[in-house]
């Protein structure tokens, strides 16, 4: 793939795609973003509009119900949506990087079959049951069990802040759990868990302070038991294999954070233009013009950042610093945008029913899920060399 650095330089059937999604998220988003948001209610409809469109199996082969495109793909419509209602694109995001991708990259032939078509058409989600409780950022602080019994596998423990995991259509929860030791160290494996399934709570929703209108639930597991065949790769390798789906989804959350930034940009421009004071429109102070163009360039530089990881990627070269070096800088422009979109939107920056509130409020998990940001540094620091 080409290292692209502006959209008006991508392929048509990028192009097509980013006008599509643009289009989708304005028309059918943005009107219903507020209500979501206030009533802390999932957009089920706004969810079956994205599976009609084919954007759950955007990054996928056609032979498992996917649309045949890539992973660059997804990041394109993720950065569209994330303009106008972030719920919406963490979403998309969850459901194809955390739900359906360790199926696709680690699944066998039959484990495809069974969960690929349901995933990448949008009928069903998927979840990614890493982080626990007392683990946050240190995901190989596992406790969570699973032991052979009668060809079963039986897990104990719990799961926190895991998306797409409590929803009507919510089918599977793809989970790390301790199998055992392995030369003195934990054995981590990756375990796929239907649901429902006898022993696994749902526990009630998260009082989130953004995001509200994505479903995050923590799971507990009591003497669940599935099939031994539900292993997920290699036993032991389920830990390495959820870093690689970190790797990925750094990016895909890059784009987001990307739209984010692009969408506070947006607003306050357009609000800039309407809004006088002193006698004139506040785009003809020259701190509010001034303020505007960091944004854009924040937004210009997260875009560059996440296109250049996503072409790595593509092109099967390494891109673990590349993808922390996106999601750290995306997510900053995020949070520094909708903090300046805020503050030139004055009082009505602070009322709910604007985007850039809801903005403000989402963007702060931006720097905090999928590695916080002290996390990407460190990553960042050992790719050097450090």
Same mark, same amino acid.
């Given at each position: 793939?080409?290292?692209?650095?502006?959209?008006?330089?991508?392929?048509?059937?990028?192009?097509?795609?980013?006008?599509?999604?643009?289009?989708?998220?304005?028309?059918?988003?943005?009107?219903?973003?507020?209500?979501?948001?206030?009533?802390?209610?999932?957009?089920?409809?706004?969810?079956?509009?994205?599976?009609?469109?084919?954007?759950?199996?955007?990054?996928?082969?056609?032979?498992?119900?996917?649309?045949?495109?890539?992973?660059?793909?997804?990041?394109?419509?993720?950065?569209?949506?994330?303009?106008?209602?972030?719920?919406?694109?963490?979403?998309?995001?969850?459901?194809?990087?955390?739900?359906?991708?360790?199926?696709?990259?680690?699944?066998?032939?039959?484990?495809?079959?069974?969960? %690929?078509?349901? *995933?990448?058409? #949008? @009928?069903?989600?998927? +979840?990614?049951?890493? !982080?626990?409780?007392?683990? =946050?950022?240190?995901?190989?602080?596992?406790?969570?069990?699973?032991?052979?019994?009668?060809?079963?596998?039986?897990?104990?423990?719990?799961?926190?802040?895991?998306?797409?995991?409590?929803?009507?259509?919510?089918?599977?929860?793809?989970?790390?759990?301790?199998?055992?030791?392995?030369?003195?160290?934990?054995?981590?494996?990756?375990?796929?868990?239907?649901?429902?399934?006898?022993?696994?709570?749902?526990?009630?929703?998260?009082?989130?302070?953004?995001?509200?209108?994505?479903?995050?639930?923590?799971?507990?597991?009591?003497?669940?038991?599935?099939?031994?065949?539900?292993?997920?790769?290699?036993?032991?390798?389920?830990?390495?294999?959820? %870093?690689?789906? *970190?790797?990925? #989804? @750094?990016?895909?959350? +890059?784009?987001?954070? !990307?739209?984010?930034?692009? =969408?506070?940009?947006?607003?306050?421009?357009?609000?800039?233009?309407?809004?006088?004071?002193?006698?004139?429109?506040?785009?003809?102070?020259?701190?509010?013009?001034?303020?505007?163009?960091?944004?854009?360039?924040?937004?210009?530089?997260?875009?560059?950042?996440?296109?250049?990881?996503?072409?790595?990627?593509?092109?099967?070269?390494?891109?673990?610093?590349?993808?922390?070096?996106?999601?750290?800088?995306?997510?900053?422009?995020?949070?520094?945008?909708?903090?300046?979109?805020?503050?030139?939107?004055?009082?009505?920056?602070?009322?709910?029913?604007?985007?850039?509130?809801?903005?403000?409020?989402?963007?702060?998990?931006?720097?905090?899920?999928?590695?916080?940001?002290?996390?990407?540094?460190?990553?960042? +620091?050992?790719?050097?060399?450090?």
């Amino acid at each position: 793939m080409t290292h692209f650095i502006a959209t008006e330089t991508l392929p048509d059937e990028y192009q097509q795609l980013v006008k599509t999604v643009r289009d989708f998220a304005h028309s059918v988003v943005a009107p219903v973003a507020a209500r979501h948001d206030a009533e802390h209610s999932f957009p089920y409809e706004v969810v079956a509009g994205m599976a009609e469109m084919g954007l759950f199996g955007l990054p996928f082969p056609e032979e498992w119900g996917g649309m045949g495109g890539d992973y660059f793909a997804l990041c394109l419509a993720l950065e569209e949506l994330g303009k106008v209602d972030q719920s919406v694109a963490i979403t998309l995001e969850a459901g194809v990087s955390l739900g359906a991708m360790p199926v696709y990259r680690f699944g066998t032939e039959a484990q495809k079959r069974e969960w %690929l078509p349901q *995933l990448t058409s #949008g @009928r069903a989600l998927g +979840a990614f049951g890493l !982080t626990e409780p007392g683990g =946050g950022s240190d995901a190989g602080a596992t406790r969570t069990t699973a032991r052979l019994d009668d060809g079963h596998w039986v897990i104990n423990g719990s799961k926190q802040f895991i998306t797409n995991s409590g929803t009507d259509i919510t089918k599977l929860v793809t989970i790390t759990a301790v199998t055992g030791e392995l030369d003195g160290k934990k054995e981590i494996s990756s375990i796929l868990v239907p649901v429902p399934t006898p022993g696994l709570t749902v526990e009630p929703a998260y009082d989130k302070v953004g995001w509200r209108a994505s479903d995050t639930h923590p799971l507990t597991f009591t003497d669940v038991r599935v099939p031994e065949r539900n292993l997920l790769g290699e036993r032991g390798r389920g830990y390495a294999n959820f %870093l690689r789906i *970190l790797d990925e #989804g @750094r990016i895909a959350i +890059a784009a987001l954070s !990307t739209g984010a930034a692009q =969408g506070c940009v947006d607003e306050s421009v357009k609000y800039a233009r309407q809004r006088e004071a002193f006698g004139r429109p506040i785009a003809r102070h020259q701190h509010i013009e001034f303020t505007i163009a960091r944004m854009e360039a924040r937004a210009h530089t997260a875009r560059t950042a996440y296109y250049d990881a996503a072409a790595l990627m593509l092109a099967g070269k390494p891109f673990k610093k590349q993808a922390a070096i996106a999601k750290l800088v995306a997510s900053e422009a995020a949070m520094d945008n909708a903090r300046d979109a805020t503050q030139i939107h004055g009082g009505y920056g602070f009322v709910n029913e604007f985007p850039v509130a809801r903005h403000y409020r989402d963007s702060k998990i931006l720097e905090i899920g999928e590695g916080t940001s002290e996390v990407q540094l460190m990553l960042i +620091a050992r790719e050097v060399g450090l």
